[in-house]
């Protein structure tokens, strides 16, 4: 029969090995999350300076396979935005990685992207959500715009993970409103002094 003493060391161990495993998967979970904040980071560096070569590194291969390779993706990019002066976007950045999963030999990923537009006389604030997709272990991540559509992000990556939640995009709109011109200063009601007053 077995001792109380030896069972009561078996569960110790059992308990000291569950405790490490935990660790260690929280630990990894955290150095992944960190390597997709980097990687998203430098997409939306390469977005916010117009460096077109550098937002296509950290584009998703299968978005620009569409588009016929990388000098074609770039070239469409760049037609695209063109229009759209640099300093109209307020923010352009990441946000939250909301959900981090390993599916078969990569990991897949959704991360929070946070922008504000100031544009044609409106504002627009939109938190949209970025697929990553990694095929090294986490290290280094490509990302791809999930439209908030499960439906619209499998057409881009058919074997996307039905783990992966997407939210619904969050946008406002609103309207510019141009500054009140200030008044002249010999214009009724500007109350302001125009020169020296003079001695009696």
Known sequence: MVSSGIIKKLVFLLVILFFQTGLKAQFDTSFVKKNIKACADSLATGFKGRNWDLFSRYTNPSIIGTMG?????????ARAFGPIPAAAWKIYDPGKVLQVIKSGNDFQS?????????????????????????WDGGLFWTFFDSQNDVKAAKQIKPDLSNELIIPAKNEKVEALHP???????????????TGKAGND
């Open 69 to 77: 390779g990388r000098s074609e993706f770039i070239n469409y990019i």
């Open 110 to 134: 959704v991360i929070e992207l946070q922008s504000v537009i100031e544009w044609d006389g409106k504002r627009i604030t939109t938190i949209l959500y970025l697929v990553g997709q990694s």
């Open 179 to 193: 500054p009140i011109p200030l008044k002249p200063a010999n214009e009724p009601g500007n109350n302001k002094p």
